[in-house]
């Protein structure tokens, strides 16, 4: 899905630049949610193609727009310039956190639980942390 990232990417971008990036922002982590919660709940499994691929789908759209938009909400926070470069290590600090435990955490439930219910663990984890993301988006959108 990776194919997809840039043409996510710039249409977010330039969605958010005609409005409010926060809005944006919480649409992306309920795309995340949606996506992740379809494959954590068993509906999507690798004999349907189609469903299979929209799903995929689905969470990497949701996955890449947060990750283009969390720098972006500097600007309505008013984070001053002279603390830009605190605010980014701060964002990526809490942003990336899930990449560093993340690969080790999803090879502990496929080991735990081989086939669709280690998978399925794995995404009801991705989608834990999409709905933490959310309710933290949406708090930003309403402050």
């Given amino acids: 899905m990776l194919f997809v990232r840039p043409v996510i990417l710039v249409l977010?971008?330039?969605?958010?630049?005609?409005?409010r990036i926060t809005l944006w922002l919480l649409i992306s982590f309920v795309i995340s949610i949606l996506g992740g919660?379809?494959?954590?709940?068993?509906?999507?499994?690798?004999?349907?193609?189609?469903?299979f691929f929209i799903s995929v789908s689905i969470f990497a759209t949701g996955v890449y727009a947060v990750r283009a938009l969390y720098f972006g909400v500097?600007?309505?926070g008013q984070i001053?310039?002279?603390l830009a470069g605190a605010a980014i290590g701060i964002i990526s600090l809490i942003g990336y956190t899930?990449?560093?435990f993340v690969g080790s955490a999803m090879g502990y439930f496929l080991d735990e639980s081989p086939g669709s219910e280690g998978h399925?663990?794995?995404f009801w984890m991705l989608s834990g942390f999409s709905l933490i993301g959310g309710i933290a988006a949406y708090r930003y959108f309403v402050r």
Avoid: E, H
Wanted: negative net charge; aromatic residues 2%; without cysteine.
């Fill in 12 to 19: 977010v971008g330039i969605l958010a630049d005609r409005s």
């Fill in 37 to 51: 919660v379809l494959f954590a709940s068993g509906i999507v499994d690798t004999s349907s193609n189609l469903l």
């Fill in 74 to 76: 500097m600007k309505q």
């Fill in 80 to 82: 001053p310039l002279a």
């Fill in 98 to 100: 899930p990449d560093i």
């Fill in 120 to 122: 399925q663990n794995v």
